[in-house]
């Protein structure tokens, strides 16, 4: 895949579990240095509507034929209601990353998972994320994917970090996400 400098992402990073619907946002990036536009939505925490509820916020979205790159912060949004990032890719043929700060504990999740309902489904879903890379860099991250080839992703994730060892896209997403709920929590928006 060919990257250029202005390559149009979606980092989607999800609020703070305050609420039994957390809200999720969208960051509609050029590059890592460009915001051009912002989406919201609300998945269960704990439920299991996150891949459907991206899905169509990335399909009704204005942005949609623009986008090149999904970038997911982690495999689970809103407590443990996962993302199935292959559906995803095959639903808007859009390749997917997943990036992480730390590889995941597989064995706390499960253990978490076994107090959820559709307990196999869930780890179903996670483990078809597939392979973990770690890119090696002052602070290593790790990255899952979809539609998209490692080195892509690893120079993707490289270019857009231009502030921290997180992407752009995502760490704007989150500040969003975060400052929206405090807003709605507060009564000040």
């Given at each position: 895949m060919h990257i250029k400098p202005q390559i149009r992402i979606l980092g989607i990073d999800d609020s703070a579990l305050i609420n039994e619907k957390v809200t999720i946002i969208g960051a509609f990036f050029r590059g890592g240095g460009q915001l051009d536009g912002v989406l919201k939505s609300e998945i269960t925490k704990d439920g299991m509507d996150a891949t459907d509820i991206i899905t169509g916020m990335v399909r009704n979205?204005?942005?949609?034929?623009?986008?090149?790159?999904?970038?997911?912060?982690?495999?689970?949004?809103?407590?443990?209601?996962?993302?199935?990032?292959?559906?995803?890719?095959?639903?808007?043929?859009i390749p997917v990353i997943v990036f992480m700060r730390s590889c995941p504990d597989f064995e706390k999740i499960k253990l978490a998972l076994e107090h959820l309902p559709e307990t196999e489904k869930r780890w179903e879903i996670i483990k078809r994320a597939g392979k973990i890379y770690k890119i090696a860099q002052e602070n290593p991250v790790f990255i899952q994917l979809c539609g998209i080839d490692k080195e892509s992703a690893v120079e993707l994730v490289r270019t857009t970090s231009t502030h921290s060892n997180i992407p752009e896209p995502l760490r704007v997403a989150h500040l969003i996400a975060t400052g929206v709920v405090l807003g709605e929590s507060t009564g000040k928006a």
């Open positions: 979205s204005k942005y949609y034929s623009q986008i090149r790159v999904i970038m997911l912060d982690g495999v689970t949004y809103a407590g443990f209601n996962p993302v199935d990032i292959e559906k995803i890719f095959g639903e808007t043929n």
